[in-house]
């Protein structure tokens, strides 16, 4: 069981927005977001732990929806440095499970 | 406070040798999740521990693969007779309890010849 995430990768212009999706089809007790550059460990963003949560810092904002069983992740006004691989993580009772990944590339 | 440690960083093994990971979670830490993760791939989950107990092991496979967080020292991943299927980027995370957010260290590239 892991989450399932949409789009599988993104290009972008910078300064254009983005939106990243998680779902689930079991009950979300909490979801991460992370970045992971290339070459690099994956970096935490943000957590969110209750359904109709939002949260945010500089332009990337987040929101679980836990009726839904599923979370946003979005790019406002998105820099060069926004690239990378973004993770959803989700955890299934004891355990963290992550999404496949969305490769976000920002071009100049 | 130092981050998560991982070492070491590169490992080359040749097939049927033996590969150990250590990975040093942060202090205060006593969770620690070991992932998988392949190029161009995602992080599959190996295994979920808390101070000298497994608590999920389900991603791992039940053969060769093995791990362990002891009361003192580091936590280890440990797998045997390595084949070239096992060369990944391997990577632990620590957190200091459940829903709280993860640390990662910068992983352990395994090669196998």
């Known amino acids: 069981q892991q989450p399932v995430q949409s789009p599988q990768a993104v290009i972008l212009r910078e300064g254009e927005d983005a939106v990243i999706n998680c779902s689930s089809s079991k009950a979300l007790y909490s979801v991460h977001w992370y970045r992971q550059k290339h070459g690099e460990a994956p970096v935490f963003l943000m957590i969110?732990?209750?359904?109709?949560e939002q949260k945010g810092h500089d332009k990337i904002s987040a929101s679980f929806n836990e009726k839904k069983q599923q979370s946003s992740l979005y790019l406002t006004a998105s820099q060069l440095s926004y690239s990378g691989t973004y993770f959803c993580?989700?955890?299934?009772?004891?355990?963290?499970?992550f999404g496949a990944g969305t490769r976000l590339t920002v071009k100049p | 406070n130092a981050g998560v440690m991982q070492n070491p960083r590169h490992l080359v093994r040749r097939r049927g040798q033996e590969a150990r990971l250590r990975c040093s979670p942060m202090k205060g830490h006593s969770h620690v999740y070991w992932y998988r993760q392949l190029p161009e791939e995602g992080l599959k989950f190996m295994v979920y521990l808390q101070k000298e107990n497994i608590i999920d092991e389900s991603g791992m496979p039940k053969e060769r693969f093995s791990a362990e967080f002891p009361k003192e020292g580091p936590s280890i991943l440990r797998i045997q007779q390595v084949v070239r299927g096992d060369s990944a980027a391997y990577f632990c995370a620590s957190s200091p309890g459940r829903r709280e957010k993860l640390f990662f260290g910068s992983g352990t590239q395994l090669s196998v010849l």
């Open positions: 993580g989700t955890e299934y009772g004891a355990d963290m499970r």
């Open positions: 969110l732990l209750k359904g109709g």
